[in-house]
């Protein structure tokens, strides 16, 4: 680990002088990718040096334990050993934690897709009580959420709406969504008061750059039409919603959100690079073996993740066996204790298979 983490802050050296230098500031690309690198590793270092300062007092005190007469003294060493030892103990279980390799997309903005899976009107309703749960999320966490294309259910409620989410660590914290989330009370519409089941569906993909998915506007079709909001009604009389087919994959994306064509064209493409990018990155992982499925789930969507109970007022997350007794908390956004447990099993998950 030593070695590692003397090999970082080497780097973080280097690359704070190369910021500074003429050429790395006239290429943006280049100046964004080392400022991305030097905040990474800035994370790793600022820690390391904290721990090499501690590891330095903790051998001075201990020198003078082993030379000093003087009873006094001693006495002094020996209560800054008991002090600094637990926090060395400590910074290194940081620093473990801290040189897992992390998911280059975990910084990244992302796409969060919620559809209605089984259960009819009483699903559609659910998919608006997830969105606005995430809704509430982003508002805590500074995050900003943008509605790019959504399609109301009959009773309320969405059959599917699409969103962007823009912030920091947005994919990192949100990836652990993707999956399927169930609900079980008492529709509106029940007049026996019977517990049903309902379900509905959430994709968190990456927002990628340009760079990262090329797209060849000769396999896309686009499409316009005036877009509508509830009820049908014009939102505007111009042909500014976009719709795009991807014609090798068969993926359609529309977004209808601006009122300028433009705008909505490149927020559909954005929206159709991620999940061109979250196919591909499907396939190299079973190129490579079979892809890791630890007790945090793959995060594939088909997987039954979390479910919500009304009746008990609880949450349970399957994946790690989590139940949290507040839905109502939960539900107005309260999910920091869950992704934190989800956080720490899949580090815990990782350091394993870093040991292997």
Not at 71 to 86: H, V
Not at 125 to 144: T, V
Not at 149 to 161: M, P, Q, R, S, V
Not at 338 to 351: F, G, H, Q, Y
Request: proline share 3%; hydrophobic share 35%.
């Amino acid at each position: 680990m030593q070695d590692k983490l003397d090999m970082m802050e080497s780097r973080f050296v280097e690359v704070g002088q190369l910021l500074v230098q003429p050429e790395a500031m006239a290429d943006m690309k280049v100046y964004t990718q080392l400022t991305k690198e030097y905040k990474e590793l800035e994370r790793v270092v600022v820690k390391f040096r904290e721990y090499k300062e501690l590891v330095s007092n903790v051998a001075n005190a201990k020198d003078i334990l082993k030379t000093e007469k003087d009873a006094e003294f001693r006495e002094m060493a020996k209560e800054e050993l008991d002090t600094l030892e637990p926090q060395v103990e400590e910074l290194e279980e940081e620093l473990k934690q801290l040189l897992i390799p992390r998911d280059p997309n975990d910084s990244k903005n992302s796409i969060l897709e919620i559809r209605a899976g089984t259960g009819g009107d009483e699903a559609a309703l659910f998919a608006g009580d997830l969105f606005r749960m995430y809704q509430r999320y982003a508002e805590k966490r500074g995050w900003r959420l943008n509605v790019l294309d959504l399609t109301e259910g009959t009773a309320g409620g969405y059959k599917e709406i699409i969103s962007t989410l823009s912030g920091e660590e947005v994919y990192g914290i949100m990836k652990f969504e993707s999956g399927v989330h169930r609900v079980q009370r008492v529709p509106a519409t029940e007049t026996q008061g019977r517990v049903h089941t309902s379900a509905a569906t959430v994709a968190v993909l990456p927002e990628v750059e340009e760079v990262e998915v090329e797209l060849d506007m000769n396999d896309i079709r686009k499409d316009t039409y005036c877009s509508s909001g509830p009820g049908g009604q014009s939102v505007n009389t111009t042909y500014s919603a976009v719709r795009l087919t991807h014609v090798p994959t068969g993926i359609v994306v529309t977004c209808q959100d601006e009122k300028s064509q433009l705008k909505n064209l490149d927020k559909a493409l954005k929206v159709l690079r991620s999940r061109i990018y979250e196919i591909e990155k499907a396939k190299q992982d079973a190129e490579v073996g079979a892809q890791r499925r630890n007790m945090v789930g793959s995060g594939d969507r088909s997987d039954k993740i979390r479910t919500y109970n009304y009746p008990q007022g609880r949450v349970t997350d399957h994946r790690v066996g989590l139940s949290v007794h507040n839905l109502p908390a939960v539900m107005d956004g309260g999910l920091d204790e869950i992704v934190e447990a989800l956080r720490i099993a899949d580090n815990a998950s990782k350091m394993e298979e870093n040991k292997a």
